[in-house]
């Protein structure tokens, strides 16, 4: 059994980090209501230009590549992950998504990944998986100028050829409590909604410059969005991931510490008792001794007379 003094030493450590992981979660907690807020507004905001995007290049009878797409030979994986751990399994589960997805397609040769993230990076560098570039939010809030800068980079990769169809790979927010990997096909692009031509008879629309030049620019700004809304989900999700990870380790911080100091009073109670027996059996042999040397008095005393 741990002495009495090992014990109290076991519990202020545990104190200590159960004050860093409430600490830690009340932080996450105050940063998930503003990444909360920010992927509501951003929702509707892509579907929207999703729609727009259908209706456009359907009346303008003008198909952008992307949207026409290619032959898979190459598979292009945007992989969202944090920048550092303790947030649960989040980064586990999205980088074995990732791995399902570039399994069952491509390869893992064919593949190439942009890896958003440095746990994901350094996981899918191990594995051997080449990575066309690697961003990292330095846990700071994504801006869509690195939204922007990550489609550029796609765009330019599948142009020259390196990849041929793009997923991205993020953390879908739900709730606090809920976050699930969700693996989503950027490149060929297919909007949401069913075509709608019939809403838009032929010559109703002028487009200005023209409909090739509106519709380009409506394919590099949907890249863009979803990019974007891809960032805002991975930080919600990450946040609430990691607020429930906090919890759960101060919860079991609170756990540890109660049987601990069970134990520090068991064994407190312990040496208490064996001090107060060594204290009586000390007094008893004192005791005896001098009841032995009394005795021999008594009897040399006799004997004199």
Do not use: W
């Amino acid at each position: 059994m741990q002495s009495p003094r090992e014990v109290r030493r076991h519990i202020r450590t545990i104190r200590e980090i159960r004050h860093l992981t409430r600490a830690m979660k009340l932080v996450a907690a105050a940063k998930l209501r503003e990444a909360q807020a920010r992927v509501e507004a951003a929702r509707p905001f892509a579907r929207k230009i999703s729609e727009v995007l259908l209706d456009i290049s359907s009346f303008a009878g003008y198909v952008h590549p992307l949207m026409a797409g290619r032959p898979p030979r190459r598979l292009g994986v945007m992989v969202v992950t944090s920048d550092r751990g303790m947030c649960g399994r989040y980064n586990d589960d999205i980088i074995k998504a990732a791995l399902d997805l570039i399994d069952r397609t491509s390869g893992r040769d064919a593949a190439r990944v942009i890896a958003v993230g440095r746990v994901g990076a350094r996981a899918l560098r191990e594995l051997g998986i080449p990575i066309l570039e690697e961003r990292s939010l330095v846990s700071k809030r994504p801006t869509f100028a690195l939204a922007r800068a990550i489609a550029a980079r796609i765009l330019k990769a599948y142009d020259a050829g390196d990849v041929d169809h793009v997923y991205l790979v993020y953390s879908r927010f739900y709730s606090a409590m809920e976050q699930r990997p969700r693996v989503f096909r950027l490149i060929p692009i297919a909007p949401v909604g069913g075509s709608r031509t019939d809403r838009f008879p032929a010559g109703v629309c002028l487009f200005e410059p023209s409909a090739k030049e509106v519709v380009d620019h409506l394919v590099t700004r949907y890249v863009q969005v979803e990019v974007y809304r891809a960032l805002l989900e991975a930080e919600a999700g990450e946040r609430g991931a990691r607020m429930t990870a906090m919890s759960a380790a101060s919860d079991n911080a609170s756990e540890i510490i109660e049987r601990l100091t069970l134990t520090f009073h068991r064994s407190r109670q312990a040496q208490i008792t064996r001090e107060i027996a060594d204290i009586v059996g000390g007094a008893e042999a004192l005791a005896a001794e001098q009841f032995s040397g009394t005795g021999a008095s008594s009897t040399g005393s006799e004997s004199g007379e």
